[in-house]
């Protein structure tokens, strides 16, 4: 039998970035249960900690790849809003699967961002709704 599952991976520029994710585990931890908020599978949430090796500015990267009936809710939504209030030099991306109809839980919810984003459309199959959304983040 042919199982397919779907992962998730960060790449950085080494000589820009340091992996200091073994030292902030607990964080790392943290965020990873909040952001089962747009999936249960540990596979589909990659949760990194990098420092700039210039400025030692501390960043934390995510990258999701959310379920379609969890990104389809208002929750995700607000709880992704929540930690870009919270958490410093956050960046998040990740195929959302918001569907067309559903973008007013994103864009309402980041209403007034004083970060950056891009939303991307994505093709999907027809019955799933074609295109959803894509996402990255910063702040």
Do not use: M
């Amino acid at each position: 039998i042919l199982n397919s599952a779907t992962i998730t991976v960060t790449y950085f520029n080494k000589t820009v970035f340091k992996n200091v994710s073994q030292d902030n585990l607990e964080k790392i931890d943290e965020l990873k249960k909040e952001f089962k908020c747009f999936g249960e599978s540990d596979l589909k949430t990659v949760v990194i900690a990098l420092e700039h090796v210039k400025t030692g500015k501390l960043f934390i990267v995510v990258n999701v790849h959310a379920d379609y009936s969890r990104s389809n809710t208002e929750e995700p939504w607000r709880f992704l809003r929540g930690a870009f209030i919270r958490i410093p030099n956050l960046i998040v991306a990740g195929d959302f699967n918001l569907t067309l109809n559903n973008q007013h839980y994103f864009t309402n919810s980041f209403a007034n961002f004083n970060g950056s984003y891009t939303l991307l459309k994505t093709p999907e199959p027809i019955d799933i709704g074609n295109p959803t959304y894509d996402l990255i983040i910063s702040h």
